[in-house]
């Protein structure tokens, strides 16, 4: 049986993405119930080979893209405003947080990064 349980987490490593939500991992490991991936996701945090970001969000890495939580953690959004601006050289003021156009407004918090999300409708 943890033999079954490491190939599925190797199946995470071989996928070319660092950060996974249970929508993901269900598809990779070709579940069709979110409960018994939130269970594997739990087995694999236990073990230390998953980092929960967030309830629901995970990565295989200590030091995941924080671009790629963005798109994780508050789906759907974009990275956008002064984030976008800076990372294509427009503006160069320096802003703590990344931020994100999404259908609701929250900041969330991950990995000592904040992450605004701005509502558009």
Same mark, same amino acid.
């Given at each position: 049986? !943890? !033999?079954?349980?490491?190939?599925?987490? +190797?199946?995470?490593?071989?996928?070319?993405?660092? &950060?996974?939500?249970?929508?993901? %991992?269900?598809?990779?490991?070709?579940?069709?119930? !979110? &409960? =018994?991936?939130?269970?594997?996701?739990?087995?694999?945090?236990? =073990?230390?080979? %998953? $980092?929960? %970001?967030? !309830?629901? &969000? /995970?990565? $295989?890495?200590?030091?995941?893209?924080?671009?790629? $939580?963005?798109?994780?953690? @508050?789906?759907?959004?974009? $990275?956008?405003?002064?984030?976008? @601006?800076?990372?294509?050289? &427009?503006?160069?003021?320096?802003? +703590?947080?990344?931020?994100?156009?999404?259908?609701?407004?929250?900041? #969330?918090?991950?990995?000592? #990064?904040?992450? +605004? /999300?701005?509502?558009?409708?």
């Amino acid at each position: 049986m !943890n !033999n079954t349980k490491y190939t599925k987490f +190797e199946t995470l490593l071989k996928s070319g993405s660092s &950060v996974f939500d249970i929508a993901d %991992l269900s598809m990779i490991w070709g579940y069709d119930t !979110n &409960v =018994k991936t939130a269970l594997l996701a739990k087995y694999y945090e236990e =073990k230390g080979k %998953l $980092i929960r %970001l967030k !309830n629901g &969000v /995970y990565t $295989i890495t200590d030091n995941p893209e924080p671009f790629e $939580i963005a798109q994780k953690i @508050l789906s759907p959004s974009y $990275i956008s405003f002064h984030t976008a @601006l800076k990372y294509h050289g &427009v503006v160069f003021q320096w802003y +703590e947080s990344i931020s994100s156009a999404s259908i609701h407004r929250r900041t #969330i918090k991950a990995k000592d #990064i904040t992450y +605004e /999300y701005r509502q558009l409708k």
